[in-house]
C-alpha cells in the first residue's frame, strides 16, 4: 500500500501565492506518475496538474497553466504544487493522487489514479 500525506495551503489574498507538498510512504516503488487534483464546493473534483515518474514530462489543467508549477524529488517521495498568482477561483480541497500503473502520457482522470492523500484547503480571498 501507499500513503499520501498532504501539508501546505491555507488562506492568502488574490494574486499571493501558496505551495502544497505530499509525501508519499509504504510501498514507494509502485508509484508512477502523481499529481494533483482539487475539489470546490458544490463542484466535481478536478485535475489540476501531473507529473511523471521522472519529473521530465509534467501537464497542467488550462485554468491553471502558467501560475502553478509542479515538482517532485524521488529521493524524498516527495511531490509540490507552487501556486502563483491566486484566484478566488482557485479555492478548494487539493488532493495528491498517485498512480501504479505506468502511462506514456499524464492521466487527467481521476479513476487512474489508485492512491490519493486526505486533501488540503487551499482558501483565496478577493
Known amino acids: 500500500q501507499v500513503q499520501l500525506v498532504e501539508s501546505g495551503g491555507g488562506s492568502v489574498q488574490a494574486g499571493g501565492s501558496l505551495a502544497v507538498s505530499c509525501a508519499a510512504s509504504?510501498?514507494?516503488?509502485?508509484?508512477?506518475?502523481m499529481g494533483w487534483f482539487r475539489q470546490a464546493p458544490g463542484k466535481e473534483r478536478e485535475f489540476v496538474a501531473g507529473?511523471?515518474?521522472?519529473?521530465?514530462?509534467?501537464y497542467y489543467a488550462d485554468s491553471v497553466k502558467g501560475r502553478f508549477t509542479i515538482s517532485r524529488l524521488n529521493a524524498k517521495n516527495t511531490v509540490y504544487l507552487q501556486m502563483n498568482s491566486l484566484k478566488p477561483e482557485d479555492t478548494a480541497v487539493y488532493y495528491c493522487?498517485?498512480?501504479?500503473?505506468?502511462?506514456?502520457?499524464?492521466?487527467?482522470?481521476?479513476?487512474?489514479?489508485?492512491?490519493w492523500g486526505q486533501g488540503t484547503q487551499v482558501t483565496v480571498s478577493s
Open positions: 509504504g510501498r514507494t516503488s509502485r508509484i508512477y506518475a
Open positions: 507529473i511523471n515518474w521522472s519529473g521530465g514530462s509534467t
Open positions: 493522487v498517485a498512480d501504479s500503473t505506468f502511462h506514456s502520457l499524464i492521466d487527467t482522470q481521476k479513476y487512474e489514479y489508485d492512491y
